[in-house]
């Protein structure tokens, strides 16, 4: 399959709206998938059986490792995909 065109859209509500509107289709996470699982706008189907998974990784300065916030939000990154890969 051959696109006539391909659109580069960063917002997701956009990619929704596009989609919605029978002006494209789009391959989106797991996340976004379930928000919308149930509206009748959209079709959802999986890519493969078992899904794709990708490892993400995070860089930071070493001047910042030891901010508060930091800290927090790599922790956050470490659990939540295995939270979102539950359901």
Known sequence: VVPRAVRQVELTAVILMLVASNRGVSVLP???VRAVRSNPDYVTLPLTANGITRRLYAAT???DLS???L???LRLARSEP?????G
């Open 82 to 86: 295995v939270k979102l890969q539950r």
């Open 71 to 73: 800290a927090h939000v």
């Open 61 to 63: 300065r070493t001047a």
């Open 67 to 69: 901010r508060p916030y």
């Open 30 to 32: 797991d996340w976004v």
